[in-house]
């Protein structure tokens, strides 16, 4: 039982003969369901039913309702507290420090085996049996549903393996489990996938569910287990919650190793990566839900030529105005810049209406140098300028210069294409990719979202810009709104002005 396993009193005794128990919450539990009982962090629960291992039934003031029992705490776990109706604990002749490292490592085995449970619980009870059922579920719709969970199972059977070798039974403080997390860590990045998908698994459950003969088929399901009475939804939550719980439990392990302890190194370099792991989960889930964004301002751009943004770029890092110069007469052009991962794409404004644009060409970052240039005579044109840098080709054969209106926008510039390079460097070794399905969705969904009748040449939407500058440092897609002109407005009603 997962947070009755440290407690002393035999399972089942801890509810019961009269005495009031109390769990503290570990983490807060958003609720998905109205039967489950939502908390945060450090409330108190008084526990009224734990015959369950994964889940119990608990009360908070009024509310009750199904909990996770690894959220939360009893006694022992709580750090000997005294809680109304249990009393206090003691560890077993251990100092508080090793006593508290050993709850900590006995939850984190007790959970992950739990957690095994509960993914077979998905894969056999639910997934098995809905491929049965051919005349309800396509192989499509069961992906949609259950993404790639059943990878994610036969994964978790591998770390568990590895994490009972390293547990030492008769002196848990001892066990040495940070090197597990540390080797896995690029093996947990198959979360990645599930958390993008489960968006997408919501709604198609809920579609599927508006059926009675749907509600009906999981319900079987679930009793043919005898699982919690928990919405597959419900169900379908749980990898999400555990892939970001990894860091908090080893935050608290790290709490409790004496920095002396030959594995305080590791469990300190194991807490540092899973961070890493659910901090690119979540950079990844932006980057996708950035790619209708990128896909509609497209579509907004008259005259596209060429490749689509998404063919390479997933990321708009930065946009502005600037006056381009290239040879081979040196011409200035003010053009509109949008800098995306791996491609500089850039724009003319239309004379009348300020709102459009039009694609005048792109240049490839990856095979570009970019150089700050000294105010003064630029050699390789011939020409004078100010606040300037240069994008060169290796070779040399192809040469532009971008000139900004004041110092601290070339450095604005400067800045993000080195945010450019870091973060195509982050992308190639950290492995991600857009695949085709996700970049045909992204079209799609754009195309669905653009209103009827509407002209092609509408105020470009905005992606979202790098975190790393600030919001009010950068242009904007479009510029803000001016007041009407009412010249503009008379002669535009007598004359049919075209590009």
């Keep these: 039982m997962a947070a009755l396993a440290s407690l002393s009193a035999p399972e089942g005794a801890l509810i ?17 369901d109205e039967r ?35 959220f939360v705490r009893t006694d022992e776990r709580a750090g000997a507290k005294e809680w109304p109706g249990l009393g206090s604990y003691s ?43 051919t005349d309800m579920f396509t ?29 030492d039974k008769e002196q848990p403080h001892l066990s040495e489990i940070g090197r597990c997390f540390l080797e896995g860590q690029v093996h947990f990045q198959i979360y990645s996938e599930y958390c993008n998908n489960h968006p997408n698994a919501c709604v198609q459950l809920s579609s599927l569910t508006k059926a ?15 699982m919690i009475d928990i919405s597959l939804d419900g169900f379908l939550l749980t990898p999400v919650q555990k892939i970001c719980k990894y860091p908090l439990q080893l935050a608290e392990l790290l709490k409790y190793t004496n920095p002396g302890h ?21 950079e990844r889930k932006r980057r996708l839900e950035n790619l209708e964004k990128i896909a509609r301002w497209q579509g907004s751009i008259e005259g596209w030529e060429g490749a689509d943004v998404l063919s390479r770029s997933s990321h ?16 200035s052009q003010q053009r509109m810049f949008f800098l995306f991962d791996h491609q500089i794409v850039y724009c003319k404004k239309d004379l009348l209406r300020r709102d459009t644009l039009y694609y005048k060409g792109r240049l490839d970052t990856d095979r570009m140098e970019i150089t700050d240039v000294q105010d003064g005579k630029e050699n390789h044109l011939n020409v004078s300028v100010k606040n300037t840098l240069r994008l060169r080709s290796p070779s040399g054969e192809e040469v532009h210069l971008l000139c900004a209106k ?78 009407a002109s009412a010249f503009w407005h008379n002669i535009s009603r007598l004359t049919p002005f075209k590009k």
């Design 36 to 70: 489950e009982l939502g908390f945060k962090a450090g409330d108190v629960i008084q526990v009224v039913d734990a015959t369950n291992k994964e889940w119990w039934w608990g009360r908070i003031g009024d509310n009750e309702g199904w909990f996770p029992a690894c």
């Design 212 to 226: 009675s003969k749907y509600v009906l088929f999981f319900e079987a399901c679930r009793l043919l287990r005898k």
């Design 16 to 32: 019961g003969d009269g005495n009031v128990v109390y769990a503290e919450a570990l983490w807060d539990h958003v609720t998905m």
């Design 316 to 331: 708009l890092i930065f946009s502005g105005e600037l006056t381009k110069v290239s040879p081979p007469h040196a011409r």
């Design 139 to 167: 192989e499509e719709q069961l992906c949609s549903i259950f993404g790639n969970v059943e990878e994610i199972y036969k994964f978790q059977r591998k770390f568990l393996r590895i994490l009972e070798k390293k547990y």
């Design 406 to 483: 004041k110092p601290e926008q070339k450095q604005r510039w400067l800045r993000a294409f080195a945010e450019e390079r870091r973060r195509v460097r982050s992308d190639r070794e950290t492995g991600f990719a857009l695949t085709e399905e996700q970049k045909k969705q992204a079209i799609a969904n754009a195309c669905k979202s653009r209103p009827a009748g509407k002209p092609k040449g509408r105020p470009p939407p905005q992606p979202a810009l790098a975190a790393a500058l600030p919001p009010q440092r950068v242009f904007m897609l479009e510029e803000p709104k001016r007041k």
């Design 262 to 282: 030959r594995e305080y190194r590791d469990v300190e370099a194991a807490l540092d990566a899973m961070r890493n792991v659910a901090r690119l989960i979540n």
């Design 91 to 133: 560890g077993p002749g251990l100092p508080g420090k090793e006593q508290m490292r050993a709850n900590v490592i006995k939850e984190i085995m007790s959970t992950e085996r739990d957690y095994i449970n509960h993914l077979k619980d998905i894969c056999e009870g639910y997934i098995k049996q809905c491929r049965r059922r």
